[in-house]
């Protein structure tokens, strides 16, 4: 199934299913049927399984039909605010070497997750600006990754388990301002406000037949920049779950990046950053295309 965080002229964000080029407003759906099941994401997903069957059973029902809307005629938000981001770092080969050449990061393999993390505040969602003010960088730079979201409390998982605590997965874009690492902390760098991108939509997890099998790119005004697979992750996802929760506890709502592939922007020769009036638009299959515009924000 595929969910997303939807307004219509009343400005009012609520729960949809996306079918196709249409959405089905759940909140009118189950105002007209009678029945109760969330009117946003982050509720459904904390009520787990019988959430998720509830909404299933409404969006099958013949009344569905009746409260499609065109996409084109809706305003897409970031599906929720996630209680906390963990950012995985040099997660992809590639990746590391160009990292290594041009950031001056370790040129060995990581033996161990590479993580950092991002606020809530950081995220946009699709359509709405990333904002670059040259007065804290010049160097604003793009990250297309695979975001998996959490959907039960998770605390010491082992990765044979851990697929069963994803509900589902989406995109995020993890901008980054290559100028503002601190010391080698990345927080600054990675965590201003408009520095996650996330959406259009999650994907239950059901609906994704492999999690690492997924095309994922990246392009800017139009060009690609990223072309990769989630196949060549070094740590993959059952991994990152199980080396997360040995230290903290995900919650529903959580939201883990799982990383780049190479051709981020500091990588090429000369480097290219982003630039007021530049369209960036990641893409992975299956999930959508993610894209948002950038602007002058001193």
């Known amino acids: 199934m595929i969910l997303l965080t939807f307004s219509t002229r009343d400005n009012t964000p609520r729960l949809g299913v996306q079918r196709d080029d249409t959405i089905i407003d759940v909140t009118a759906l189950a105002r007209s049927t009678g029945a109760e099941v969330p009117a946003d994401l982050s509720t459904l997903i904390n009520q787990g399984s019988a959430g998720l069957a509830a909404l299933t059973a409404l969006v099958a029902s013949n009344q569905a039909p009746r409260f499609s809307l065109p996409i084109a005629d809706v305003t897409v938000h970031a599906p929720l605010r996630p209680?906390?981001?963990?950012?995985?770092?040099?997660?992809?080969?590639?990746?590391?070497?160009?990292?290594?050449?041009?950031?001056?990061?370790?040129?060995?393999?990581?033996?161990?997750?590479?993580?950092?993390?991002?606020?809530?505040?950081?995220?946009?969602?699709?359509?709405?600006?990333?904002?670059?003010?040259?007065?804290?960088?010049?160097?604003?730079?793009?990250?297309?990754?695979?975001?998996?979201?959490?959907?039960?409390?998770?605390?010491?998982?082992?990765?044979?388990?851990?697929?069963?605590?994803?509900?589902?997965?989406?995109?995020?874009?993890?901008?980054?301002?290559?100028?503002?690492?601190?010391?080698?902390?990345?927080?600054?760098?990675?965590?201003?406000?408009?520095?996650?991108?996330?959406?259009?939509?999650?994907?239950?997890?059901?609906?994704?037949?492999?999690?690492?099998g997924l095309d994922l790119s990246l392009r800017v005004n139009g060009e690609v920049k990223q072309k990769s697979n989630s196949r060549y992750m070094l740590f993959k996802i059952p991994e990152l779950i199980e080396d997360i929760t040995s230290g903290m506890t995900l919650e529903p709502g959580d939201v883990i990046a799982t990383g780049s592939p190479a051709g981020v922007g500091a990588s090429f020769i000369p480097q290219q950053f982003l630039s007021p009036g530049d369209v960036v638009e990641c893409t992975v299959e299956s999930i959508g295309t993610l894209s948002n515009p950038v602007i002058d924000a001193r």
């Open 83 to 212: 209680g906390k981001i963990i950012g995985v770092g040099l997660n992809y080969t590639e990746h590391v070497a160009e990292s290594a050449r041009t950031l001056d990061t370790d040129k060995d393999l990581p033996q161990r997750p590479v993580l950092f993390s991002k606020p809530g505040t950081a995220v946009v969602g699709p359509g709405e600006p990333i904002r670059h003010n040259a007065n804290l960088t010049n160097q604003l730079d793009w990250e297309c990754e695979v975001a998996v979201v959490i959907g039960r409390t998770a605390k010491n998982v082992s990765a044979a388990d851990a697929l069963d605590y994803v509900f589902g997965y989406s995109i995020i874009n993890d901008i980054s301002a290559r100028d503002q690492r601190r010391g080698g902390q990345w927080f600054f760098s990675k965590g201003q406000d408009s520095y996650a991108p996330f959406g259009p939509v999650i994907r239950t997890a059901d609906d994704v037949a492999d999690p690492h």
